[in-house]
């Protein structure tokens, strides 16, 4: 069984960064991603990478601040988040998708994934 793991979120001002962290155990996976959810609000893609960061993907509401990026190796995955706005403001999730899909733009979609973590908080000051 896989679990997932996330690590890095907290309280920071607009302007600010963080980086978030999730380490997966139990198999290596094919793709990560990262998911958010704000209050009232439904879950929404964040950014997602394949094996190799051989291709990634960003919701245009983060494109250019944030950086998804991944250590195969220790199969983690990371999320740099820069220039953060209140509007970032959500729980984060990381999720995990075992096998290869075709075409890969299909990891935008959370219904796609296997495993999800647990999920950070991270909350943006004005």
């Known amino acids: 069984q896989v679990q997932l793991v996330e690590s890095g979120g907290g309280l920071v001002q607009a302007g600010g960064s963080l980086r978030l962290s999730c380490a997966a155990s139990?198999?290596?996976?094919?793709?990560m991603g990262w998911f958010r959810q704000a209050p009232g609000k439904e879950r929404e893609f964040v950014a997602a990478?394949?094996?190799?960061?051989?291709?990634?993907y960003y919701a245009d509401s983060v494109k250019g601040r944030f950086t998804i990026s991944r250590n195969n190796g220790q199969n983690t995955v990371y999320l740099q988040m820069n220039s953060l706005k209140p509007e970032d403001t959500a729980v984060y999730y990381c999720?995990?998708?075992?096998?290869?899909?075709?075409?890969?733009?299909?990891?935008?979609?959370?219904?796609?994934?296997?495993?999800w973590g647990q999920g950070t908080q991270v909350t943006v000051s004005s």
């Open positions: 999720a995990g998708k075992s096998m290869r899909v075709n075409p890969s733009t299909v990891l935008q979609i959370g219904s796609y994934y296997d495993y």
């Open positions: 139990g198999r290596t996976l094919y793709a």
């Open positions: 990478i394949t094996s190799g960061g051989t291709s990634t």
